[in-house]
């Protein structure tokens, strides 16, 4: 909803007419493919640096069935699926904000502007709907993490602490791969848009 109230990409009249193949073009699908891709990656990695490069590997049983402080062969799985959840739901927030142009950089939404670093600061505070609705998405983030009985009985999670910086890591590396695939499609010719009515030869 958030994303149906942005303002128009400076190059809309630049563009040549949309096809009737509706919303789901190729582009889109391979978007979606893309960055589906990315994003499972990523969140598998950081499921498997937690319980393989920084845990002892120990999946445990029983972990989805109750929870008691007796079961502390689930602490490790839990705090994993934590950092994966926190990934997940920091991805999804930020490819929101990615999605406002489909080829422009985050950071250059504006390919005019002067401000080059701080830029997409502005572009982030205009659609205030999406703003809010993204901080409404990471706040909600912390109760289920850290509320007890909600955290480990109801979603089966652990409260997390330096797995923050796995998050941090996994985040830049999202951007970085969003940001490189975008690049890679400005890179692609674009079909020619139209000339206007009156550079067109008159017709003998």
Known sequence: MGLGMEVAAPDIMNRPPQSKQGIFTWEVIVDILVYGVWTAALCLAAFSIRMWG???????????KEWSEEIKDCELVFRARAT????LTWFALFLAWEMVNLRRSFFRMQPKSK?????????????KFLFWSVMAGWITM???LYIPVLNDVVFKHKPITWEWGIVAVEAVLFFIGVEA?????????EPAVDPPLEQIPEQP
């Open 115 to 127: 401000k080059y670093f701080t830029q997409w600061m502005y572009d982030v505070w205009r659609n």
């Open 181 to 189: 695939w975008k690049w890679a499609k400005r890179g692609e010719k």
């Open 142 to 144: 912390f109760p289920i």
């Open 54 to 64: 920084f845990g002892d590997g120990n999946l445990a049983r029983g972990c989805n």
């Open 84 to 87: 994966t959840f926190v990934c």
